[in-house]
C-alpha cells in the first residue's frame, strides 16, 4: 500500500556536447494547477473579505451612485452641492486632469465618499441593533415599546440582504465585562446551597482559580473531549467503506461551504444572527501540546484526510487531479484500506495513546522522537489532515432489549481502547465495521452546537435521508470520473525509547477509561410536548430532575452542578455557566422530598426521575428525548 511520490520539475544535465535542459511535463502541470487553486482560494477570500465589509451595501451600488451623480451633473443637476466644483480645481491642479474629465472624477470620488459613509452609518445602525437584548427577556403576552422599535428596525435593516456566513462579524457586540464585585457577588449566592457557615467564610476569602483549557496538563481523553452517536433509529447501509465514504464527503462538503462562506449565519427568529467565528477552525484544526500549555494548529486549506484502520496510519487525498472525488471514488479508497491485511509497524498500533495519555509527557515525546524523518513526515500528515476517520474494527449497535450494547457504543465513541482515538484533532470521525458512526471532538477550538451543526447536516440532511446516497446494495452511488489515487501507508520508525513512553502514556489512558461508568438511556415515554403542556421550558424541565436525581443518589447532599449556556450573540462569544443549583432549585427538591405540592411541576417529572435513578452510580449519564 505505501506509495513514494517524487517530482522533478527542471532537470539540468552537462555532457560533453553541452548543458541538456529537461523538464517533466507532468509534474509541471501539478504545480501550475497547485498555483491556480492557492490563486482562486485567496481571490476567494478577498472576494468574501471585501462583501463584509461593506455589507449589507453591494459594490455594484457604489458604482450605481456614480453614475447617478455624473449623469446628474452631465444634465444640470448637481447633487454634490457644490463640492464638485470645489474639487474640480484640486484635481486639475494635483492631478493634472483636464476638463471635462475633473468633472468625472469629481463626481466619481464624491459619490465613493458619499456611498462610505451611508455604509458606515448602516453599519452603525445594524451594531446598535444587534447589541440590544431586551428581547430575550420579555414574558409572555404584551411586549415593550423598546422591543417593537427594535423589531421593526432588525425586520427594516436585514430584510432580504443574504448575508454571507461572517457578514455580521464586524457588526456584533464584544462580550461586556461584569465588575469584580458583582462577578463576586453572583458567585458566593450560588455556592450558598453546597457550603455551611464556616465554609462559606473560606470561600469568601479565597473564591478565584483559574481554569482554561490549553493549560491544563490533564489527559483531554474523557476530561475534556466529548462525543457525538449515530441516528441510532436509522440504518442506511452496513457498507463500512461506503457509510464512511458518504459521510465524509457530505462533511468536506460542509467546510466547502464555510470555506467560500455559502452557509449562511444562524439567525435567531430569522433576525438576530449568532457569531459564526468558531466555524473557521472546524477543519484542518489540530491541538499541538505543550509543556506549559498546549496551542492550536490550523491551516487554511489541505488536500488529505487521515485514516486509522488496524493499528495503521493512512494519508488519503479527497482532492486529486484538480477536482473534488466523489463518495465512489473515496469509498474505493476506504475499502483498499480495510482489504489491506499488512501488519502495523512497531508501536505504530498504539501510537495513539500519546495524545490519549497526561500533555506534558506527549509534548516531550513529541520534541523528542518526531522532530525529523519519516516520524515527522507521517506525524505532519495525520496533524495537516483535514480531519481523522477511524475505521473501527468492532461493531457498534443499538439493541432495545440490551442496553449494554448502546453503553458500549457511548464508550467507544467517548475514550475507545485508549490507542485508537486520535484525540489531538479537532474531531475524528468514527466507523465501525457494521457501519455505524459517530464523532469525537476536541473541546478547545469550538463548542458543541458547532459540531452538532455539522453532525445534523452531514448525517441527518444528507446521509440518512432515502435515495440520497446509496444504491440498493449499500454502496456509493455514482463511478468514478477519473483514477483514483491509492492511499499512502504512513510510515514509522519508533526506538524502544518512544516505544516505552507510548506505553506509559496507554497505562494513563487505560487507567482512566476503565474508571468511567457512562450508561446512554433512551428515553421514550414522552418527549417536549408534554413538558411544554405542563408550561415548563423542557431545560428547565430537564435541570430540576437532575437536582433531584444528584440529591437522591448523593445520599441527601446538593451537588455543584453547572449548565452551559451560549453567548455567541456577542463577537467571539462561546459559553458561560449558569449554575443550575440554586437556591430556589434546592426549594424545588426538598419540596419534592417531603412530598408536598409544588405548583409548577407535573407527574412527567416523576417519570423522567425514574429513568434516571434506574442507573447506579451513574458518572455520565445522557438523556435522548423524542418527541
Avoid at 484640486?90 to 493634472?96: C, D, N, Q
Avoid at 437584548?133 to 411586549?143: A, D, I, S, T
Avoid at 440532511?461 to 483514483?484: E, S
Wanted: charged share 25%; hydrophobic share 40%.
Amino acid at each position: 500500500m505505501a506509495e513514494a511520490h517524487q517530482a522533478v520539475v527542471f532537470a539540468f544535465n552537462i555532457t560533453d556536447q553541452g548543458v541538456e535542459f529537461e523538464f517533466d511535463h507532468d509534474a509541471l502541470l501539478r504545480v501550475w494547477a497547485s498555483g491556480v487553486r492557492a490563486y482562486k482560494k485567496w481571490y476567494a477570500r478577498f472576494k468574501n473579505r471585501l462583501r463584509n465589509g461593506i455589507y449589507p451595501a453591494k459594490p455594484s451600488s457604489l458604482l450605481t451612485m456614480m453614475l447617478v451623480m455624473i449623469f446628474a451633473t452631465m444634465f444640470g443637476n448637481d447633487l454634490s452641492f457644490g463640492y464638485v466644483k470645489q474639487l474640480n480645481p484640486l484635481l486639475v491642479r494635483y492631478l493634472g486632469v483636464v476638463p471635462p474629465h475633473d468633472t468625472y472624477a469629481s463626481c466619481a470620488l464624491i459619490a465613493c465618499i458619499l456611498w462610505l459613509l451611508v455604509v458606515l452609518i448602516y453599519k452603525l445602525l445594524i451594531g446598535q441593533m444587534l447589541a440590544y437584548h431586551g428581547w430575550m427577556y420579555e414574558g409572555r403576552g404584551r411586549v415593550s415599546r423598546p422591543t417593537k422599535v427594535w423589531a421593526v428596525l432588525a425586520k427594516t435593516l436585514l430584510r432580504n440582504r443574504r448575508p454571507g456566513l461572517f457578514s455580521f462579524q464586524n457588526s456584533l457586540p464584544r462580550l461586556p465585562l461584569p465588575s469584580v464585585g458583582d462577578t463576586v457577588r453572583r458567585y458566593l449566592v450560588s455556592m450558598e446551597p453546597l457550603l455551611g457557615d464556616e465554609e462559606m467564610l473560606e470561600m469568601r476569602r479565597d473564591w478565584w482559580e483559574e481554569f482554561v483549557y490549553l493549560y491544563s496538563r490533564d489527559p483531554i481523553m474523557v476530561n475534556s473531549n466529548y462525543y457525538a452517536v449515530d441516528a441510532i433509529f436509522v440504518r442506511p447501509t452496513r457498507i463500512q467503506a461506503a457509510r464512511a465514504a458518504n459521510v465524509s464527503w457530505a462533511m468536506l462538503q460542509f467546510w466547502r461551504r464555510i470555506c467560500r462562506e455559502e452557509m449562511p449565519p444562524i439567525l435567531l427568529n430569522d433576525t438576530v444572527p449568532l457569531c459564526s467565528w468558531q466555524y473557521e477552525r472546524q477543519f484542518a484544526t489540530t491541538r499541538i501540546p505543550g509543556e506549559e500549555r498546549d496551542y492550536l494548529m490550523h491551516l487554511n486549506d489541505t488536500r488529505h484526510i487521515a485514516v486509522f484502520h488496524s493499528g495503521r496510519f493512512y494519508k488519503v487525498y479527497f482532492h486529486y487531479g484538480n477536482r473534488w472525488l466523489e463518495p465512489c471514488e473515496l469509498e474505493a479508497q476506504f475499502q483498499r484500506i480495510v482489504d489491506d491485511k499488512s501488519p502495523p509497524a512497531p508501536g505504530e498500533a498504539e501510537l495513539a495513546a500519546l495524545t490519549a495519555g497526561e500533555r506534558k509527557v506527549w509534548a516531550r515525546a513529541r520534541k523528542d522522537f518526531f522532530r525529523r524523518g519519516v516520524n515527522k513526515t507521517s506525524l505532519d500528515a495525520v496533524e495537516r489532515a483535514a480531519f481523522v476517520l477511524v475505521l473501527d474494527d468492532e461493531e457498534a449497535d443499538y439493541d432495545p432489549k440490551d442496553d449494554s450494547k448502546l453503553d458500549h457504543f457511548a464508550k467507544s465513541l467517548l475514550h475507545g481502547n485508549g490507542r485508537n482515538r486520535w484525540f489531538d484533532k479537532s474531531f475524528s470521525l468514527i466507523v465501525f465495521a457494521n457501519g455505524r458512526i459517530g464523532v469525537n471532538a476536541e473541546h478547545s477550538w469550538a463548542d458543541a452546537p458547532v459540531m452538532s451543526q455539522l453532525w445534523e447536516e452531514a448525517v441527518i440532511t444528507y446521509d440518512i435521508v432515502p435515495d440520497t446516497g446509496y444504491t440498493a446494495t449499500g454502496h456509493c452511488k455514482g463511478t468514478p470520473k477519473g483514477p483514483v489515487p491509492n492511499p499512502i501507508r504512513l510510515q514509522w520508525d519508533l526506538n524502544d525509547a518512544c516505544r516505552s513512553v507510548i506505553a506509559s502514556q496507554l497505562r494513563v489512558a487505560t487507567d482512566l477509561l476503565n474508571d468511567v461508568d457512562l450508561h446512554l438511556v433512551v428515553h421514550r415515554q414522552f418527549g417536549k410536548g408534554a413538558m411544554k403542556r405542563c408550561s415548563m421550558s423542557p431545560d428547565a424541565f430537564i435541570q430540576l430532575a437532575l437536582q433531584l436525581a444528584y440529591f437522591r443518589d448523593s445520599g441527601g447532599e446538593f451537588c455543584l452542578t453547572y449548565e452551559a449556556s451560549m453567548t455567541r450573540l456577542f463577537k467571539e462569544g462561546r459559553t458561560e455557566t449558569v449554575r443550575s443549583c440554586t437556591n430556589e432549585s434546592c426549594a424545588f427538591v426538598r419540596a419534592m422530598e417531603s412530598g408536598a405540592s409544588v405548583s409548577f411541576t407535573c407527574g412527567a417529572v416523576q417519570l423522567v426521575l425514574d429513568r434516571l435513578l434506574t442507573v447506579e452510580s451513574t458518572v455520565k449519564c445522557s438523556l435522548d428525548l423524542i418527541s
